[in-house]
């Protein structure tokens, strides 16, 4: 108690000490002067003054907290909404660009095709050309044999049997299949001078065909 009176003289009552002054306030307060009086009630309302700042304080601190803790929740879920944005337009970014593989490999499919048939239908143009030439050298090589069989069968008519006028027709096709040489001229001129001198026919219009019988012995 005198620690409490010593304090109370010098005005230094803080902590357990003012809490014993009050205590003494109130159980004797007869024992107390005026002035102690007026300064245990004056400490008392000065503790509860900063009882009152140290919670308004902690109570600002825990709205600052809140608010802080709030604004990075806001700014974790604005986080959250662009990483998924971002992932979005990725998985939009990887769809696009495999439509656009998957059309570039049907281009390149289309491509391929049509530059393949090209090469298929040059190769068959050349083919078929091959073939039409082919086609004509054996229809000239055909048609050159029978002229030579027409040449043969009137070269034997005229040197082996003297047949001249029943030679003609089948040198006459000889040279109408394309044949046309020397040994073929000259066996028309061999027919030519055997020939029979007939006389001019007379005739009651004009003469467009002349043609042999198959024997060679009349017109």
């Known amino acids: 108690m005198r620690q409490v009176r010593y304090r109370l003289?010098?005005?230094?009552v803080k902590g357990a000490f003012l809490v014993e002054a009050e205590k003494w306030r109130i159980e004797r307060n007869a024992d107390l002067s005026s002035s102690e009086q007026r300064y245990v009630d004056a400490s008392v309302q000065a503790r509860i003054r900063r009882e009152q700042e140290d919670r308004d304080r902690r109570d600002r601190e825990l709205a600052q907290a809140n608010t802080l803790a709030e604004a990075?929740?806001?700014?974790?879920?604005?986080?959250?909404e662009l990483a998924t944005?971002?992932?979005e337009r990725a998985r939009q970014a990887e769809a696009h660009a495999s439509r656009?593989?998957?059309?570039?490999?049907?281009?390149?499919?289309a491509m391929a095709l049509l530059i393949a048939a090209g090469v298929?239908?040059?190769a068959q143009q050349g083919i078929a050309r091959r073939e039409a030439s082919n086609a004509r050298l054996e229809a000239d090589h055909a048609r050159h044999l029978l002229a030579e069989s027409y040449k043969e069968e009137g070269r034997?008519?005229?040197?082996?049997?003297g047949r001249y006028q029943?030679?003609?027709?089948?040198?006459?096709e000889?040279?109408?299949?394309?044949?046309?040489?020397?040994?073929?001229?000259m066996l028309f001129r061999t027919a030519e001078r055997h020939l029979p001198l007939v006389p001019a026919l007379e005739h009651q219009a004009a003469v467009v065909n002349a043609a042999f019988t198959p024997t060679g012995r009349a017109w």
């Open 9 to 12: 003289q010098r005005k230094k």
């Open 72 to 80: 990075l929740q806001h700014a974790a879920n604005q986080e959250k």
């Open 85 to 87: 944005e971002s992932k």
């Open 100 to 109: 656009l593989r998957r059309r570039n490999l049907i281009l390149l499919c």
């Open 120 to 122: 298929f239908a040059v």
């Open 156 to 161: 034997r008519f005229i040197v082996d049997q």
């Open 166 to 172: 029943e030679a003609v027709p089948y040198l006459l």
């Open 174 to 185: 000889a040279l109408r299949n394309g044949l046309d040489k020397a040994p073929l001229r």
